[in-house]
């Protein structure tokens, strides 16, 4: 079946730098995209969505940009801080659609002092 | 409203035994869906619901295990005879589904986590 993925399992950053984790996605009829952060024991969050008819979508301190022609997807972290570190997963599906997100296997960010 | 609550949070059972988590949405939501998460993996889609109708279905889920949503609020998932294999995360998320609420959003609960011995 199709589903979502990412690029790297792990990233490791020095607080203050700035945090890029990307995603692939391989179903062209997906229109909606989203970031969940997950911490220890809990469930997913919302981060930030974007939808297809977009390229970049800027939210405090994070910035989604999609590239539909790749499909990728990314997420970019600025000045990152150690209350930052979990695990980021990207999801996809439909605005509005009666199915629902499918979720790649996650990227751990680690942010060291 | 304080989010969607799950309950139990943790759940440790002994292989061939039943189990039933409950997932109490945002009030407001129509939808509500169930999730399966294993160490290190993304969360597997299991079932959704729109109100009280289950629409959708994983083949992830077995026969053993069933979900409800009687009123279209709360929801349980019983999964029976569990295996150990069955061991992981089961998270629920809700969300507000119709073309004046928005993006399809799906906020989580915290997890129930079982544990087949």
Excluded at chain 1, 47 to 56: A, E, G, L, V
Excluded at chain 1, 63 to 92: M, R, W
Excluded at chain 2, 105 to 116: K, M
Aim: aromatic share 10%; with cysteine; proline share 3%.
């Amino acid at each position: 079946g199709e589903s979502v993925g990412l690029h790297l399992p792990t990233l490791s950053v020095q607080e203050g730098d700035n945090s890029i984790i990307n995603c692939a996605y391989s179903n062209s009829a997906s229109d909606y995209f989203i970031w969940y952060k997950q911490e220890s024991g809990k469930g997913p969050q919302f981060i930030i969505d974007i939808r297809s008819n977009m390229d970049k979508r800027q939210g405090q301190r994070v910035t989604v940009l999609l590239n539909k022609t790749v499909k990728h997807l990314s997420l970019q972290i600025a000045a990152t801080q150690p209350g930052d570190s979990a695990v980021y997963f990207c999801a996809e599906g439909g605005y509005q659609a009666g199915t629902a997100l499918i979720f790649g296997k996650g990227t751990t960010l680690s942010v060291s002092s | 409203d304080t989010g969607v609550s799950q309950d139990p949070r943790h759940k440790i059972t002994k292989r061939g035994q039943n189990v039933t988590f409950r997932c109490d949405p945002i009030s407001e939501h129509n939808r509500l869906y169930w999730y399966r998460q294993t160490l290190g993996q993304g969360p597997e889609f299991l079932t959704y619901f729109q109100n009280e109708a289950q629409l959708e279905k994983s083949r992830l889920l077995s026969d053993r295990f069933s979900a409800e949503r009687p009123k279209g609020s709360f929801s349980t998932l019983e999964i029976q005879r569990t295996e150990q294999g069955d061991s992981a995360m089961y998270l629920c998320a809700s969300s507000l589904s119709g073309l004046a609420s928005g993006a399809n959003v799906l906020t989580f609960g915290a997890g129930s986590r079982l544990t087949v011995l």
